[in-house]
């Protein structure tokens, strides 16, 4: 466990069968909105954009990227993004994004887009910083009623 991690013991590494349970655990103690068993598929299809970080051979945090199709053609989508409570704030997720947009430019697409609930302004920021800008709102877009805050990323802006 933390309290001192220091960049050379994080190892951002692409997501294999044996992290599932590692990832099903962040996802229950940040989210707990997905069916687990959703991950394996998103894996099955999304092998070279799904990321873990790696601390000591513990899943500290994850990332999926994947691919999706909209009315102006493929784009790359940050589906889901999350790293342990006691390991924030340490750029973990920073590098975990770098990685999963990185791996998306890969399958040549322009754009890649997110969404985070409106309440979750840090999220908002720490994706700014990364240079997605807000693109819409979409009202009532969680199965709760919250709003989604649409966040784009554009190639250039490499
Ligand atoms: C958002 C998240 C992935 C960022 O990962 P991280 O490793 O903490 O990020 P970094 O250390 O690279 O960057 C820290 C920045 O992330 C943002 N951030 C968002 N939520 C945060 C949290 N709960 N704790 C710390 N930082 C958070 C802040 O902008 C912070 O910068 P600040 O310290 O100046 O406020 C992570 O905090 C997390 O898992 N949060 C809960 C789940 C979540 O909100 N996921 C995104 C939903 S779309």
């Known amino acids: 466990m ?10 951002v590494r692409r997501f294999q069968p044996a992290d599932f349970s590692g990832v099903i655990t962040i996802e229950r ?9 959703l991950y394996m598929s998103l894996y099955e299809f999304n092998e070279d954009t799904f ?8 899943v500290v945090g994850f990332v ?20 342990r409570e006691a390991y924030q704030g340490l750029g973990i997720g920073t590098q975990l994004m770098k ?5 998306l430019y890969r399958k040549n697409i322009d754009d890649i887009m997110l969404e985070v609930r409106k309440h ?4 908002v920021q720490f994706y700014q910083r990364l240079g997605f800008v807000i693109d819409r709102v979409d009202a009532g877009y969680y199965s709760d009623g ?6 784009r990323h554009r190639r250039w802006m490499l």
């Open 29 to 37: 103690e940040q989210f707990d909105e997905h069916d687990p068993y």
């Open 64 to 83: 999926v990227g994947v691919m999706s199709i909209g009315e102006e053609g493929a784009y790359g989508r940050v589906f889901s993004i999350a790293v």
């Open 120 to 123: 979750n302004f840090r999220a």
């Open 99 to 103: 990685h999963v947009i990185d791996a």
């Open 2 to 11: 933390p309290p001192y991690v220091t960049d050379n013991m994080i190892i």
């Open 51 to 58: 990321f873990v970080a790696d601390h000591l051979g513990e």
């Open 146 to 151: 919250e709003d989604a805050v649409v966040m």
